[in-house]
């Protein structure tokens, strides 16, 4: 994985050329979620916003917009965005009042088998065989889904044109050769990394599972693996 920020920085000709992406890690919060982790994805979206705003300005302006959970196109896409993830959604809003547009992502259907899925994975099932079969039709699913996205970035984003993906962090996508992949971290990811990883204070009322609370109410399954391919990082020092 090469960092943009430990390399010579080559024309800026050359990265306007061909299909690019811009990778956001997914973040999710809730009323629920303890407000010292609120406050720092309140930071994160922030340091996106910022870092996107830099990368608009050397490589190009963002024209199309992926976002998980997302099953309409436009206006329509972004109602459901605004109750899904605040912070992400004024992120497209500012995108889209530039030009940019929201496309239908997934395919609904497919969306709701995935969160079905893993509730039932989640619910305590007592039987092996049975938690045997709802993994596998879980994985199934999932697999199906994280193709069905890779298809919708290939077939339209165009030559030359910019997209920006909102998924989280662990995904099965796989994306084309043709695309070249730019990923957002801002410093405070790994601060929420971190704060994650914390175990829980003795007079800490809120338990590191309420953190997790974070990753909001099932809104969004993917829980997978693998980076994106062909990936450049963008890093603020």
């Known amino acids: 994985m090469t960092e943009l920020g430990k390399i010579e920085k080559p024309p800026v000709e050359d990265f306007r050329k061909g299909k690019k992406l811009y990778f956001v890690p997914l973040l999710f919060s809730s009323d ?9 994805v309140s ?71 995935t969160i079905d899925w893993e509730r039932c994975i989640f619910s305590g099932l007592t039987s092996q065989k049975v938690a ?39 995904h099965k996508l796989q994306f084309a050769g043709d695309i070249e992949v730019f990923s957002i971290f801002p410093p405070a990811l790994d601060e929420i990394h971190r704060w994650l990883r914390e175990p829980p204070k003795k007079d800490d009322k809120s338990p590191v599972a309420d953190k997790e609370a974070s990753k909001a109410d099932d809104k969004s399954p993917e829980k997978d693996e693998e980076s994106p391919q062909k990936d450049k990082e963008e890093k603020s020092n």
């Open 132 to 170: 045997k079969q709802v993994s596998e039709s879980y994985f199934e699913t999932s697999k199906k889904r994280a193709e069905f996205l890779s298809k919708q970035i290939t077939e339209t984003l165009k030559e030359d044109e910019v997209g920006l993906l909102f998924i989280q962090e662990e």
């Open 32 to 40: 629920k979620a303890p407000e010292e982790y609120k406050k720092k």
């Open 43 to 113: 930071v994160y979206w922030q340091q996106v916003s910022e870092q996107l705003s830099k990368l608009e300005g050397q490589i190009g302006s963002i024209r199309r917009i992926y976002h998980e959970s997302i099953v309409q196109l436009g206006e329509d896409g972004l109602k459901m965005l605004e109750n899904l993830s605040p912070g992400s959604y004024q992120v497209v809003k500012n995108k889209c009042e530039s030009g940019a547009v929201l496309e239908a992502f997934e395919d609904k259907e497919l969306l709701e088998e």
